[in-house]
């Protein structure tokens, strides 16, 4: 459930052109220069695309893929595995890495669309995991604080993160991120029980479970306020 800095690997597909009947669309497949896999996670209204790719399972380095197909690959310094999540029409990229020197250590970053990376780290915790980004609210996402609890912060363009917890809980998750600020994610409580949860803009938390659920988990959340999961 809790992961640090994770990629997962896929052939990359485009889908330049969605048309109706379905079957008319058509693909182009694309990876950066050197890469065995290629895993892209988020695209802006540009068509510009971000993601992480890797030649050696091992290490994973971050990509911009422009309109116009040219690619250029980008790590924040000392990063081993680099892990974009959003993309702005901007060019602004959100996401974060794990450290070469130590494995245990992650670390947010914002790449700037002229090349320059700014990292942060929630609760000077080194262990900060960026899973939710929206262009205008900032980013999301969780770290551990001193106690070992884990907690959820929000960390807009400019400015301080603001971390945050539901009162009670073991872990608190921030998954994804809209345009108002509204954050959706996951907490367990002390009786390890997993719920999920919307935070306010505001600061003021909705716990949720669907009828009969056991284990709830909620991973998306557009800008009018309905929320997927699982």
Not at 8 to 29: D, G, K, W
Not at 76 to 92: M, N, Q
Request: glycine content about 12%.
């Amino acid at each position: 459930m809790i992961r640090t800095a994770t990629f997962r690997f896929s052939l990359a597909l485009l889908a330049l052109c969605i048309a109706v009947p379905a079957q008319a669309a058509t693909f182009t497949a694309f990876d950066p220069a050197g890469a065995t896999s290629t895993t892209p996670t988020s695209i802006a209204a540009s068509g510009a695309i971000t993601g992480s790719w890797s030649a050696d399972m091992k290490t994973a380095h971050g990509f911009l893929r422009q309109p116009d197909g040219t690619i250029v690959s980008f790590d924040p310094e000392g990063s081993a595995v680099t892990v974009p999540v959003g993309i702005d029409d901007k060019g602004r990229i959100w996401g974060s890495y794990t450290a070469a020197a130590d494995r245990d250590l992650t670390y947010g970053f914002v790449r700037n669309a002229d090349g320059k990376i700014t990292i942060f780290d929630v609760g000077h915790s080194g262990t900060t995991d960026v899973t939710g980004f929206d262009a205008q609210a900032g980013a999301t996402g969780y770290y551990y604080d001193r106690q070992g609890h884990v907690r959820g912060f929000v960390k807009p363009l400019h400015g301080k993160a603001r971390t945050f917890a539901l009162s009670g809980a073991y872990y608190t998750l921030g998954y994804a991120i809209n345009d108002s600020g509204a954050i959706i994610g996951q907490y367990v409580d002390d009786d390890f029980d997993v719920h999920a949860f919307l935070r306010a803009p505001d600061g003021s938390f909705t716990p949720f479970d669907p009828p009969q659920s056991v284990e709830t988990s909620a991973s998306s959340i557009n800008g009018a306020g309905p929320i997927t999961g699982d």
